[in-house]
């Protein structure tokens, strides 16, 4: 760019600040921050630059891209999935914990335990093709609406991280999620809400078969967990899935822990956030003693550790990419 | 283009044949089978185009894109870790299988059966970082020579293949590897040889775990075999890693056989190629019989499942990258 160029792009900023990266972000410190390591990676002159190869970010799905109260997406999808099977076939809600799910009662699903969790959700994907699953969860995203919003859940998605990820991609960062919900559910709707297509998205696996449905071969889905994709498994899981450290990460809750610390103890420029829930009126305010996005260890090291955390109500101008930037009643 | 470019290169194209994609391949059926099918996928205005999204295609690694006799290559860097290990402290030869690796006694070493291998492979990578192995192994493959031919072991890759790949992405595919060989091994050197990175990996895979070492977190390679990508395992080890159905598969063995099959079960235009070992003087002959890179059930069924077996005596011009395009004795 020539000089008077550069001046013209400078004198020019302020009158369209908004159309700048970051719209839905406030202007302030946090957005510095990233504007600047993106910056500074993407400087080839500068001592910080980073290959577009090693420009891996990493985000954590619930509570970090979208919203997870007040359960996690994927479990109401795991509820009408059992209600749609016992309607089909009523021997199907033949356990406690089948019956508990058919009738919603949240508590009784939950008295079952982890092991409880783990036969329903098996329960409600064994015997399906990951293609036919997939296209299952499509069609639940596409009709299913949240219960306190009335929105689409895909419309609770948050427009400041799809800004950030296309900001980061547009600076030739790969984007990838890393998530304990399960991977195919995911893939049902990644690529349109996100930008992020099947082969990056990683999560929590369960058991799998290679077997012949109606003379087709057909990977089926199983009974069963292979591969919990949280806490200590998040860094296990991208040194699987990409064979490399990332040099940004983002989460919201303790479950992302280890991944933001092993991201950010690597050399060179490296990127911990922190999402942080504070705001009660536009989305939920929680932390340290949520049942779901449990953060408090992460809040505590983050100054020590040179994480940033993401105040939504101070940094974000809106909240979501769909019901007018917060919930539709307001 | 006009016309009269568009002539002036068809002209041309008899005078340079070999600078066209695909140069180490023989002209024949095999090779116009393959160029005609990444024209179908990529001509817009015809019913067998597949968006650039969907065009995956997968490659087995041993046998497949370099050689695999008179073992596996990984093999013999698992020997030679052994041997270093026990230089570095004789007590790590406590067993059977270890002192067996230590001197070079494959016989001793298949006594041990399954067993003994995942004891060698877990004794040989436990307690080195993920990234520390990738070193280790890259170190190795730059120093390390073929017993029998002397050639480093990434000059035995096929260049045929290695073009076929570069014609693959060219025309908007994405190219990964898929094979029983360990993923970290394989990482050390699937980008140089291949163009294949990191990412795009897909392998067995050891356990691991997330640890502090000299205060650093990493994560660790340990005992124990998690995954086998291998026979059932690989359509399996795509759907989790890739998420999507290939559309074109390639392997040399019986090991790919289910690979094939569920990769050209699907809907559209599909591509099955089976790399045959027919050359005795340039590379190795093998198939029916062979310990390694067995192939019977394939080869028996590639004309009614439509696969492509590709003949290397026969269509290869040129075998490996090094080596004067064979054997160097020659």
Redesign the interface.
Known sequence: MTKWLVGLVFLAAPLWAQDGPLPSWNDGATKTAILAFVADVTDEGAGTFVPP?DRIAVFDNDGTLWSEQPVYFQFMFVLDRARALAAADPAWASTDVRRAAVAGDVKGILAGGEAGLVELLGATSAGLS??DF?AEAAAWMAAARHPTTGLPFDAMTFRPMIELLDHLRANGF?TYIVSGGG??FM?AYAEPAYGI???N?IGS?GN???AFVDG????MKDAGIAFIDDK?GK??G????????PILAAGNSDGDY?ML??TT?GEGPRMGILIHHTDALREWAYDRDSHVGRLARGLEDAPAMGWLVVDMAADWAVIWTGGAGGRPAQ
Chains 1, 2 share one sequence.
């Not at 087709?216 to 990977?219: D, L, S």
């Not at 991208?238 to 450290?245: F, L």
């Open positions: 190869d990951v293609e997939t790969q991977i195919d893939r297509p099947p082969q998205v696996l799998a078969n290679f087709e071969p057909q990977v200590e860094p296990i991208i040194a699987r899935s990409i064979g490399k450290r280890q610390q092993w103890a």
